[in-house]
């Protein structure tokens, strides 16, 4: 049962560098979403999707993409990596669009930009 | 402006003692509340939520939460606290009804267990 499944866990890059984090559930969840969690910043929404083909900005959409091409797949972009993109990324899904049921997460992915 | 507070950074708790975590939230419209938890090198998981109805709510764990309209608060307990809770603990708001886009989390409380 692997639910949410994000690669790569760790991963280092030097500024200007760009990546791909790929994130997949195997729940057939129509909603899935991006945040970063920085300390004492608790977890900031950065894109989300309700369903294949459509995707929208979070609080803090600056600096990363994504596409939303199958309902299994959710990857987020990073074109030109920077310093301040250093953080945990957590990648989660739901069965719901609306907030009733339970947001699944993955292990997280840790960036480090220097 | 909407915001949820957990005003406890850290807590330390001796194994078998009892445990109170902090929420409290600013928020204009009717909220829904949530407490998640991430263990060490884990994503977070749902421990239970409130939408209406009894304020007194169960979670997984053992844990359960009180909500406070009149203190705008929803403060997660347990009797007892266990090893295997040490953890990072986040409480989280978002409108009735509304899509997870418009949930808002809080900055954590780490909890450490000493045995």
């Known amino acids: 049962n692997a639910g949410v499944t994000q690669t790569p866990k760790f991963q280092v890059l030097k500024t200007g560098q760009s990546m791909t984090l790929q994130c997949a559930q195997d729940?057939?969840?129509?909603?899935m979403s991006w945040y970063r969690q920085d300390p004492g910043m608790g977890l900031r929404l950065i894109h989300y999707?309700?369903?294949?083909?459509?995707?929208d900005q979070g609080e803090v959409p600056n600096g990363y993409n994504v596409s939303r091409s199958t309902t299994e797949d959710f990857p987020l972009r990073l074109l030109s990596a920077a310093p301040s993109q250093t953080s945990v990324y957590f990648c989660?899904?739901?069965?719901?669009?609306?907030?009733?049921?339970?947001?699944?997460f993955g292990e997280g992915s840790r960036l480090t930009v220097l | 402006a909407q915001s949820v507070t957990q005003p406890d950074i850290h807590i330390t708790v001796s194994e078998g003692a009892s445990l109170e975590l902090r929420c409290n939230y600013s928020?204009?419209?009717?909220?829904?509340l949530f407490w998640y938890v991430q263990s060490p090198g884990q994503g977070l998981q749902l421990l239970l939520k409130?939408?209406?109805?009894?304020?007194l709510v169960q979670g997984i764990k053992g844990f359960e939460a009180e909500f406070k309209r009149s203190q705008s608060s929803f403060n997660l307990r347990k009797p007892s606290v266990h090893w295997s809770d040490a953890a990072e603990y986040f409480c989280?708001?978002?409108?009735?009804?509304?899509?997870?886009?418009?949930?808002?989390f809080g900055a954590g409380t780490r909890l450490a267990v000493h045995p």
């Open positions: 729940m057939n969840h129509e909603y």
């Open positions: 989280a708001v978002g409108p009735a009804w509304g899509g997870y886009n418009k949930l808002i």
């Open positions: 989660a899904s739901s069965q719901d669009r609306a907030n009733t049921g339970e947001l699944f």
């Open positions: 409130y939408f209406s109805g009894d304020t």
């Open positions: 999707s309700v369903g294949a083909g459509i995707t």
């Open positions: 928020y204009g419209a009717t909220p829904y």
